[in-house]
C-alpha cells in the first residue's frame, strides 16, 4: 500500500529540510570568518600600498561573510516562523552536521562543503551553495540542484494551500518585535557586518571636530534593513513573500540577470554576487599575502583529531554552540516575555560574547609545529543531563582554570548569564525563564 | 584617575551626560552635563548592562535601541559599550552614520529639558576620544567587534 502525505504535511517537513539545510551553511560560514584576522598586523610588512590593499581585502572578506551568515540565520528563522504557522515545531538543537566535509540535506550527490580557512576554493564552494538557478529550472522536491529549485518546490505546496492552514502560531514566532521590550530580535547590519572601502583610513587622524570621521565616510554597509526582516507568516502571500526573501538575497533578485542585487531597490547585493566580487579581488594576492591575514586553520577539525590537552576547549565551544541552537528551539515553544528573554538575551549574549570571544580567542593557540591553530570544529554536543546549563558551566570551570586566555572571568561570567533552557513552569502552565 | 572611595550619586553612560552636580565619575563638577566621565559599569558591549539607563550605543542592536544610548529600559538591553568614544557612530536606525555619543548628548538634554532642569556644556563638544579615554579612564579601554570600525579597537 503506498504512503501519501498531505500536502500539509508534504510542505512541514520539507519546510524542517530548509531548516536544516540553512542550519549547516552556519558553521561553513562562520569558520571561514573566524579564519580570518580583520585587522591584520603581519600584511605591514608588504609596504604601502599593498599591505592597504590587503588589509582592506581581509577586512571586507570579514565584512562579506559576517553578512552572508547573518542574512542564513534569518532564513532558518523565516523557515522556522512559516513551520510554525502551519502548526509544525521546528527542531535545530543537535540537527547541525555532525562532521565535514557535507552536502547540504538533500542536494543532489557531489558537492561536499569543508570547514576551511579562506581560499580561492572555499570562494569556490560557497559559490556553489548561493548557485543562481536556471530560468527554466523546475522546482524539485529533493536531489536538488540549486537551493532556489528546492524552495520552488515549497512554493508549489504553499499555493496548494489556503490562508487558514497558515494561522496555528503567531505568537510562538520569532519576529521582529517581541516581549514588552521595545527591540527587535533581528538587525541586518552591526560593527562586524560593515568594512572600511579603504583600510587606509585607520591610519588618518580623527577630524578633531567630527571625531566619527574619517571612519564614518570609509564604512560600507554589506546589508541594508530594506532587504529582509523577520516576518511574521500568517497567511498564503506572507509564507510566500518570506520564501521569496530567502531565494532573492541568495540568488538574486528574479527579474535581473546579474543576479547582483537581492531586491528592486537594488541596495544590497545578493550572496552569490558578494562572493563572486571576493573571488574575483582574491585573484591579487600572492601564497604569502593570504597567510599574513589568516590564522592557520586546518581542513575539516574534528573533535576526535584534537590533541588530548585541548579537547576540554572543543567541547566547550561545541557546548556553546549546540547550547544556542537548543536556546532557538526552545524560543519556538515560548511567547511573550519568556520567549523574549530566552531568545534576544540568549542568543545575543550567546553569539556575541561568549561564542564569538571563545573562539576569537582559542585561534591564537598553536597545535602543531607547522603552525596550525585550535580552531572550532562545530560539533554536536551530547548533553548527558536534563539540566545542560550546569554541564556548560563545569566546561567552563575546565577551561577557565587550564586556559585563563581563552575562556576568562568576563565569558564564565556571560556563561552564567545564559537563560536556562530547562524550562519550568508556574502551576498556571506560564513558562519562567531564569537568567 | 582613582576612583575607588567614591560612591557614585547616580549611573550615566558617558562624559557631559550627568544630571547633578557632583554626579561625575570624580564627584567634583559644578553642574548638569559637564561630568568628565560615565559612572555606570563600564562594559564592552551589546546586553552587558546592569541595568536601566546604563546601555551604551551603536555597534550592536537594533534602531531603537541605538536611537536611545543611556537611554535603555532594563537591564541587557543596552546597544553597546559603556563609556561612548567619540568616533562611535551608529550601526543601524535613524541615527545611522551618525555619532553615537552626539545623540546621546541630544537624548540626555531632552530629559533635562522635560524636567526643567538647567545643565552645562560637556567638557568635550563631541564627547571623549578614545585617546582620552586611555589616558584618564582605562588604558585597557575597547570597544567591540572584529571590523576595526568602532574607533575604539578591536575585542577580539
Partial sequence: MEFKLSVLDELKFHLQIAIQVELSTIPIYLYTYYSINRRPEKCDQYGPPNDYMIATFANKAGGTIMSVAIEEMLHMSLASNILRAVGGTPKIYGLSPQSFPTNLLEHRPGPLFDLAKLSVYQLNQFLLIEKPEAKDAPPESDNWDTLGQFYDY?????????????????????????????????????VDTIYPDNAVAFTKPIEKNNPIQPLESSAHYSNQDDSGNLMVIN????????????????????????????????????????????????????????????????????????????????????????????????????????????????????????????????RYTAISPDGTV?????????????????????????????????????????????????????????????? | MSTSNIVYKELHVCMGLNACKGHDRLGINN?????????????????????????????????DEQNNPGNNLCAWQGSCAVPINAERFSTEGDN?????????????????????????????????????LKTNYNSAFVACGASGMSGGGSCI
Fill in chain 1, 154 to 190: 515549497i512554493l508549489t505546496l504553499v499555493e496548494k494551500l489556503q490562508d487558514s492552514d497558515f494561522q496555528h502560531g503567531d505568537s510562538y514566532q520569532l519576529s521582529d518585535k517581541k516581549g514588552s521590550g521595545t527591540t527587535g530580535y533581528y538587525v541586518s547590519s552591526n
Fill in chain 1, 235 to 362: 497567511s498564503k502571500a506572507s509564507a510566500k513573500a518570506a520564501i521569496t526573501m530567502i531565494k532573492d538575497q541568495g540568488e538574486g533578485y528574479n527579474h535581473d540577470d546579474t543576479h547582483k542585487p537581492d531586491d528592486p531597490s537594488k541596495k544590497e547585493d545578493s550572496h552569490w554576487y558578494k562572493f563572486n566580487s571576493l573571488l574575483t579581488q582574491s585573484q591579487n594576492f600572492t601564497a604569502d599575502e593570504w597567510n599574513c591575514f589568516l590564522f592557520q586553520f586546518p581542513n575539516n577539525p574534528k573533535r576526535a583529531n584534537t590533541p588530548a590537552e585541548y579537547v576540554c576547549v572543543v567541547d566547550l565551544v561545541n557546548a556553546v554552540y549546540s547550547y544556542l541552537l537548543k536556546i532557538t528551539e526552545v524560543s519556538y515553544t515560548l511567547t511573550g516575555n519568556a520567549q523574549y528573554a530566552m531568545f534576544y538575551i540568549g542568543m545575543h549574549k550567546g553569539m556575541i560574547f561568549i561564542l564569538d570571544k571563545l573562539i576569537g580567542n582559542m
Fill in chain 1, 374 to 435: 585550535l580552531a572550532p570544529t562545530f560539533e554536536n554536543f551530547p548533553f548527558q543531563t536534563d539540566d545542560p546549563k550546569q554541564e556548560l558551566l563545569a566546561l567552563c570551570d575546565t577551561v577557565s582554570a587550564r586556559y585563563p586566555g581563552i575562556c576568562d572571568a568576563n565569558i564564565a561570567q556571560r556563561i552564567y548569564d545564559l537563560p536556562d533552557v530547562n524550562i519550568k513552569y508556574t502551576p498556571e502552565g506560564v513558562a519562567i525563564v531564569n537568567f
Fill in chain 2, 31 to 63: 553642574c548638569a552635563g559637564t561630568g568628565t566621565c560615565a559612572t555606570a559599569a563600564e562594559h564592552s558591549c551589546h546586553t552587558l548592562n546592569d541595568c536601566r539607563g546604563q546601555g551604551g550605543c551603536g555597534l550592536y542592536g537594533d534602531g
Fill in chain 2, 96 to 132: 545611522r552614520g551618525q555619532s553615537v555619543w552626539l545623540r546621546a548628548r541630544k537624548v540626555f538634554e531632552a530629559k533635562m529639558d522635560a524636567a526643567g532642569r538647567q545643565y552645562g556644556p560637556s567638557p568635550m563638544p563631541n564627547g571623549p576620544t578614545t585617546a582620552w
